[in-house]
């Protein structure tokens, strides 16, 4: 399974991993590096926490980074509101996914995107062969998905997809301390179980 952390405006998964790369998710879209540099091997982190609750048989685990300097967010927001520099990089996000998929043999490739509405959110969710809302916890994120799902069609709309499943947001696990690999440390949790179904929808498979 390959996870790009994709919310380019907070990018967050470096810290949850506790993993700084020497090369970015940015330095690839900017052609400065190739998909072997920034694509890192968390398996361990995986294997650890399965000696500790799980007998289910694990996978490998592949993380690209996006860079947190606000340097590089800036860098990229402009690229974004440039027309024809954002058609490279939607270019660059399906390549990406492309080579994941052929070089790396990923079975799923999940796109960590920004919570809310903005129109890159929605560019990589188009590079999707599915998509899954996690909403958040607040009235303002609550309000506009509920607008938005009123009739189940919206991202169907939006993205020309169907929309498999919606997983909620459990406030344990959102405002807990140190929260990592849940489904792993909880596999009896709601949210596992969810997860768990999601993955065994053929659907989603890449």
Request: charged share 25%; hydrophobic share 35%.
């Amino acid at each position: 399974m390959s996870l790009l952390d994709l919310d380019v405006y907070a990018p967050s998964l470096h810290a949850y991993f506790e993993y700084n790369p020497d090369k970015w998710i940015n330095d690839l879209l900017f052609e400065n590096s190739d998909l072997h540099d920034i694509m890192a091997d968390m398996t361990p982190a995986l294997t650890k926490y399965a000696a500790n609750g799980t007998n289910k048989k694990l996978g490998r685990l592949l993380v690209g980074f996006s860079n947190p300097q606000k340097e590089e967010i800036y860098k990229l927001e402009g690229s974004i509101k440039s027309p024809n520099a954002n058609i490279q990089l939607l270019r660059r996000f399906v390549q990406l996914r492309e080579d994941l998929i052929s070089d790396y043999e990923s079975d799923y490739v999940i796109l960590d995107t920004s919570p809310g509405i903005r129109y890159a959110k929605y560019n990589n969710n188009n590079n999707n062969n599915s998509i899954s809302q996690a909403p958040e916890e607040s009235p303002i994120e609550l309000g506009v998905i509920e607008h938005q799902l009123s009739s189940d069609t919206f991202l169907t709309d939006q993205t020309r997809m169907e929309m498999i499943s919606t997983i909620p947001c459990y406030c344990d696990i959102q405002f807990k301390k140190k929260e990592f690999l849940t489904v792993l440390q909880y596999p009896d949790h709601p949210f596992a179980k969810q997860l768990e179904r999601l993955a065994t929808t053929g659907q989603i498979k890449v």
